[in-house]
């Protein structure tokens, strides 16, 4: 009889290797199917997809049979479960052929120990958007509650996840990572709602699909504020709108109705002024209602002129970044303590899952029986 073994094995692509607004063609619009789909791949017992506004990562787990050492235990069967792994991705998802034929630039892959790192970092803050943002706590938990009630989990990535989300709640509360936790985004905002009287009425615009704008987004999303998203093409806008919200509209319609607005947070990237005076002299030379314009993009790309126009507040990057910059300056000292503890509690879960087994697959039973 073998001993029955496994590996847990972590697929992810998020905003650190794709844009966010491409990210929305890989989301699983149903989760507990697509785990089902995943399960159904040889080897695979277990899976747990974990989706938010910059990521989406797939966690399994591959069941092994030592003594015989059948496939799963070499190179050529790691290639096979990850290549039905990208193969069942792009049949669930709405994945253009660019993102198909690059998907082994896009996809990143971990196994066992550098998958516990991976989650118990993600759970502490260390690898959002935002460091230290509690959010994302609340998302794995979310995550690994619907894994257990649709039955796609089991006993080993529930212990893994309920080990991971308890160490990091103590490491959190123990190093203070997560208090007052402030983004570029906040800072913006908050800036906007002091200067500008920022409210639920106000025409807000977002000019910008990366992640500097999601930082935006996501504040005015928590704040229940609504706005408007442009970007270089429509396509772009919507691709942003339908993972981190806005209504989409067209970049020449926006320089057409620019005194419409009355907050312009202008986030994206480009090497030439965007928004120049020339650009918008018809519409906003006669405009008496104020317009507050915060250029959170670096390079600027906004004229520096158009602060002449009546009722018309600009302010860079440079002006509005110093008070991001300090809290991150605060937060360099937890962010050692995190990364310490980290590195300490990293072998008891080694040792933790060690000692599990994984649930005998019905899959692989019959299999065996056949042979």
């Given at each position: 009889?073998s ?7 972590a ?12 990210l929305?063609r890989?989301?699983f619009?149903?989760v507990e199917s697509?785990?089902?789909?995943f399960k159904?791949?040889p080897g695979?017992s ?13 966690f399994i787990?591959?069941n092994?049979f030592?003594d015989?050492a059948p ?5 050529e069967g ?5 290549r ?10 709405g994945l253009e052929e660019y993102d198909?034929?690059?998907f082994d630039?896009?996809?990143e892959?971990?196994?066992?120990t ?10 502490c803050?260390?690898?959002?958007v935002?460091v230290g943002n509690e959010r994302?706590l609340e998302q794995i938990?979310s995550a690994?509650?619907?894994?257990k ?10 212990k893994?996840f309920?080990?991971c989300?308890r160490?990091?709640?103590r490491?959190?509360e123990?190093t203070g990572?997560?208090k007052g ?7 913006a905002?908050k800036i906007a709602e002091?200067h ?6 106000k025409r807000?615009l977002?000019?910008g ?5 999601a ?9 229940k504020?609504?706005?408007?998203i442009t970007?270089?093409?429509i396509?772009?806008?919507t691709?942003?709108?339908k993972?981190?919200?806005g ?7 926006v320089?057409?109705?620019?005194d ?5 947070f202008?986030a994206t ?5 965007i928004?120049?005076?020339d ?6 030379e006669?405009?008496t209602?104020?317009?507050?314009i915060?250029d959170?993009?670096?390079?600027r790309?906004?004229d520096e002129?158009?602060?002449s126009?009546p009722?018309?507040k600009l ?5 509005i970044?110093e008070?991001?910059?300090r ?5 360099k000292?937890e ?15 080694e040792a933790t899952?060690r ?6 697959l ?8 056949d042979?």
């Open positions: 009889m001993e029955n073994k496994y590996k847990i094995i697929f992810k692509v998020t905003f650190k290797n794709i844009p966010l607004h491409k929305e890989f989301v619009k149903d697509a785990c089902e789909s159904k791949i695979v277990e899976c747990v997809i974990l989706q938010t506004t910059s990521r989406v990562e797939i787990v591959n092994l030592i015989e496939d799963a235990r070499r190179v790691r290639e096979l479960v990850l039905k792994i990208v193969e069942t991705w792009i049949s669930l998802t198909v034929d690059h630039q896009i996809l892959v971990y196994e066992n550098d998958v516990y790192n991976l989650l118990l970092r993600l759970a803050g260390l690898d959002s935002v994302i938990k690994i509650s619907a894994a009630q649709s039955n796609a989990s089991g006993r080993i990535l529930n893994f309920d080990t989300t160490i990091a709640t490491i959190r123990s990572i997560s936790v402030t983004s570029i985004g906040d800072v905002v002091a500008a009287g920022l409210d639920g009425k807000i977002l000019i699909t990366g992640e500097t704008a930082m935006v987004a996501k504040s005015l999303n928590e704040k504020y609504p706005f408007e970007s270089k093409t396509e772009r806008s691709g942003f709108s993972i981190l919200g209504k989409p509209i067209k970049f020449e319609d320089m057409s109705s620019f419409k607005f009355d907050i312009i202008v990237t480009a090497d030439y002024f928004i120049t005076y650009k918008i002299k018809i519409v906003m006669n405009k209602k104020g317009t507050m915060l959170l993009s670096d390079p790309l906004v002129k158009i602060s126009f009722a018309t302010m860079f990057r440079d002006q970044i008070m991001e910059e809290n991150l300056k605060a937060r000292d962010v050692v303590a995190v990364e310490k503890m980290i590195s300490k509690e990293i072998p008891i879960i899952m000692q599990l087994a994984p649930e005998p019905v899959k692989d039973v019959v299999t065996s029986v042979s």
